[in-house]
């Protein structure tokens, strides 16, 4: 079993910036890609990006030079550097991890972009 532990949500103005964290901890032998999505309200939930373990990136087009995924594999952890935030920005933000023989999901933090 793998457990996330995610942090970094909260209020922030447009324009602002945000960086949200995820950590796995727990049975840990395999991971080979870690990724952010994010469900707006009322609607479907959507990738934002992800990050191998060799560090390639993915991102959705929505985000694209304003967001940032990075990874410290010795922490097991997955960064997500938000800039230039927008108010359609706002949803609760779920990190994923991908091992050899699955998937986990954390429980997400809200991310709010308001003046």
């Known amino acids: 079993q793998v457990q996330l532990a995610e942090s970094g949500g909260g209020l922030v103005q447009p324009g602002g910036s945000l960086r949200l964290s995820c950590a796995a901890s727990g049975s840990i032998f395999s991971i080979y890609a870690m990724g952010w999505y994010r469900q707006p309200p009322g609607q479907q939930r959507e990738l934002v990006a992800t990050?191998?373990?060799?560090?390639?990136?993915n991102y959705a087009d929505s985000v694209k030079g304003r967001f940032i995924i990075s990874r410290d594999n010795a922490k097991n952890t997955v960064y997500l550097q938000m800039n230039s935030l927008k108010p359609e920005d706002t949803a609760v933000y779920f990190c994923?991890?991908?091992?050899?023989?699955?998937?986990?999901w954390g429980q997400g933090t809200q991310v709010t972009v308001s003046a």
């Open positions: 994923k991890t991908y091992t050899a023989r699955t998937f986990y």
């Open positions: 990050i191998t373990s060799g560090g390639i990136t």
